[in-house]
């Protein structure tokens, strides 16, 4: 079946500007997350949906990031007012639960450059 | 805070060598802990996992034992090929964190013929 699909898979756009990234999850699963992977690092969480609702938004660096889910299905991260620092892979996963054994599935990854 | 340390890379091997990617963990409550691999190209896939203490993962010829004592899930393989040329990612999740992963830097393994 089809895995967790991340569009764009590269978006390029100058500082101030705003993006959104889009993540389709495996169909049926409950649980979404996101991740954000710099150069030479591990990914670092930040946002957890457990079908329509956000239920942990801690690793949200600041306002400017936001994350929907108005389906249960597919999510749109949203980056207002981009900086050079947010130049970055974000990685989408899903899991048929929001269980810690539950695996969690990874798409591609959206390779942001902010210039 | 939590946390995930991973031995740095890059690691060269030979083919045929035993590999060990040592991993330890800072994380309060139970954890699960993970090793996920990224091949050249491809997205993060998960290679094995150990949901509690003294539990084994095992997967393609790597194994790895949760460790509560000594907070460890360390990653072997008796004989690696060239195809296990990846980075390799230790991960760990509990309720605390809303069973999101913790993630490791990762560490960089290649095999030569």
């Known amino acids: 079946g089809a895995g967790v699909s991340q569009t764009p898979s590269n978006k390029v756009t100058e500082k101030g500007k705003y993006v959104e990234l889009r993540c389709d999850p495996i169909?049926?699963?409950?649980?979404l997350y996101w991740y954000r992977q710099s150069l030479g690092q591990g990914p670092e969480f930040l946002i957890y949906?457990?079908?329509?609702?956000?239920?942990?938004d801690s690793g949200l660096p600041n306002d400017r990031f936001f994350a929907v889910r108005p389906e249960g299905s597919v999510s749109t991260l949203k980056i207002q007012r981009t900086e050079r620092g947010d130049s970055a892979v974000y990685l989408c996963?899903?899991?048929?639960?929001?269980?810690?054994?539950?695996?969690?599935?990874f798409g591609p990854g959206t390779r942001l450059t902010v210039l | 805070g939590d946390s995930v340390t991973q031995m740095e890379g890059p690691v060269t091997l030979s083919e045929e060598a035993f590999l060990t990617i040592n991993c330890t963990y800072t994380?309060?409550?139970?954890?699960?802990l993970f090793w996920y691999v990224q091949y050249p190209g491809e997205g993060l896939q998960l290679l094995l996992k150990?949901?509690?203490?003294?539990d084994k993962g095992s997967n393609k010829g790597f194994e790895a034992t949760y460790r509560k004592e000594t907070t460890s899930f360390h990653l072997e393989k008796g004989s690696v090929q060239v195809s296990d040329s990846a980075v390799y990612f230790c991960?760990?999740?509990?309720?605390?964190?809303?069973?999101?992963?913790?993630f490791g830097k990762g560490t960089s393994l290649l095999v030569t013929p």
């Open positions: 996963a899903s899991a048929r639960r929001g269980e810690d054994h539950n695996e969690q599935f």
């Open positions: 169909s049926g699963h409950t649980a």
């Open positions: 949906f457990q079908g329509t609702g956000a239920a942990d």
């Open positions: 994380a309060t409550g139970y954890p699960s």
């Open positions: 150990a949901t509690k203490a003294d």
């Open positions: 991960a760990f999740s509990n309720s605390n964190s809303g069973y999101a992963l913790n």
